[in-house]
Structure formats: structure tokens, C-alpha cells
């Protein structure tokens, strides 16, 4: 089955910048979806599909595509973004299997 | 407003099958536009996908697990449920479910699960 590989940590200083990504063969195929997990919580789906953003999710998430890597970036990162993030993507067969990216742990300084 | 659910032992033993349900609200799970998935995270441990299920009864697992996991619906309880058998400590973890949705953009489709239960821990130990 797939992988799709996330660096383990990032860390942004408050109001700057961050892109986090997500590198898979699937994604030439499948869109990625991306979620947000804040500790004992449950996963909160972010981006979607080219670039959509679920209801409530604040337009300073954004989703992007490069070859085999989807990016998600968050412009002018808050406190309250400080969090886990997931990529998923349907693998690269045609077995309607799912697969989950490594998570990136995003701090805010 | 869709909600999730799930529910069962928060314990099982070793050798043992796991069982949880996931009962949807606000919502029908007779839906061709969505399937419904189980997902799950070992404490201090990424997210896995376990397997779904549409509501005709098609399902599909992780390769990891097939042969230990179902995945059945009941339509008529609005309801999915899980079975992991012969479980081992390693099968300790959050469980959640979680309604898995598609579109196409340009060609290309897209696959997110957009609405969670909030996870239920499940440990396995004696």
C-alpha cells in the first residue's frame, strides 16, 4: 500500500508563516485531505479536495499541489494553531483503501 | 448537524474481539454520496485507517488487519460497527469513526472524512 511521509515537527512564529508537507505516489492520483488534531481531541478535517476549507475553518489555511506533494499552509499562524496535522489520501490502487501521512506537530512561538 | 458516536468496552482482554458500534444523528447513513470508516491512534501514535463501509454493505480494510476486521451497517439503527479480532496490546488505541466523503475537481478526486465521533479507548490487557 502507500505511504505519504510528513517531517515529524515544524515550528512558526505567531503571524508568520508555515507550509507542511506531504509527499506520496498517490497524490499524483487523489487529492489529499488535510486535518487538525489538538491534544485529546478528535481529528477536525481543515482542506480538502484542490483547495477547500470545510465550513468554520478560517481562510488562513490553504491547500496546494506539486508532483507526488500536497502542501498545506497556514498564513499568519495564531496560538490556536499550534496542533497536529494529518494528510490523508485514498492509496494509489484501486482497493478503496486510505492511507494517513506521519503527522507534522505544528508550534506556535 | 451530523454527529457520531461510538460506543462499547473500554476493556478487552488479550486473544479476545474487539467490538465497537458508531450510531449516526442528524443524518441518514443510507447515503450513496458518503461511506463510513473507522479510524484509530495508539496512544502518543499517528492516525490509522482501519477500513470502511457503504451502506449497501461494501467494505474494505487496511491490508494490516484483513482477516482480524469487520465492518458491518444496520441500515434500519442507523448504526456501523467494528470487530477486531484476536486483539493483542498493540491493538490498544483511540477508536474513532468518522463519515468518509468524495468529490472531483478538474479531473481529479478528492476523498476527506469530514465529520469524527470524538474516539473511544480501547485497551487491551488482562
Known amino acids: 500500500s502507500s505511504e505519504l511521509t510528513q517531517d515529524p515537527a515544524v515550528s512558526v512564529a505567531l503571524g508568520q508563516t508555515v507550509r507542511i508537507t506531504c509527499q506520496g505516489d498517490?497524490?499524483?492520483?487523489?487529492?489529499a485531505s488535510w486535518y487538525q488534531q489538538k491534544p485529546g481531541q478528535a481529528p477536525a478535517l481543515v482542506i480538502y479536495?484542490?483547495?477547500n476549507r470545510p465550513s468554520g475553518i478560517p481562510d488562513r489555511f490553504s491547500g496546494s499541489y506539486s508532483g507526488n506533494t500536497a502542501s498545506l499552509t497556514i498564513s499568519g499562524a495564531q496560538a490556536e494553531d499550534e496542533a497536529d496535522y494529518y494528510c490523508n489520501s485514498r492509496d494509489s490502487s484501486d482497493n478503496h483503501e486510505y492511507v494517513f501521512g506521519t503527522g507534522t506537530k505544528v508550534t506556535v512561538l | 448537524q451530523l454527529q457520531l458516536q461510538e460506543s462499547g468496552p473500554g476493556l478487552v482482554k488479550p486473544s479476545e474481539t474487539l467490538s465497537l458500534t458508531c450510531t449516526v444523528s442528524?443524518?441518514?447513513?443510507?447515503?450513496?454520496?458518503?461511506?463510513w470508516g473507522w479510524i484509530r491512534q495508539p496512544p502518543g501514535k499517528g492516525l490509522e485507517w482501519i477500513g470502511n463501509?457503504?451502506?449497501?454493505?461494501?467494505?474494505y480494510y487496511n491490508p494490516s488487519l484483513k482477516g482480524r476486521v469487520t465492518i458491518s451497517v444496520d441500515t434500519s439503527k442507523n448504526q456501523f460497527s467494528l470487530k477486531l479480532t484476536s486483539v493483542t496490546a498493540a491493538d490498544t488505541a483511540v477508536y474513532y469513526c468518522a463519515r468518509r466523503g468524495e468529490a472531483t475537481w478538474q479531473l481529479m478526486i478528492g476523498h476527506f472524512f469530514d465529520s469524527w465521533g470524538q474516539g473511544t479507548l480501547v485497551t487491551v490487557s488482562s
Open positions: 498517490s497524490l499524483r492520483r487523489y487529492y
Open positions: 442528524g443524518g441518514s447513513i443510507s447515503s450513496s454520496d458518503y461511506s
Open positions: 479536495g484542490k483547495n
Open positions: 463501509i457503504f451502506y449497501s454493505g461494501s467494505s
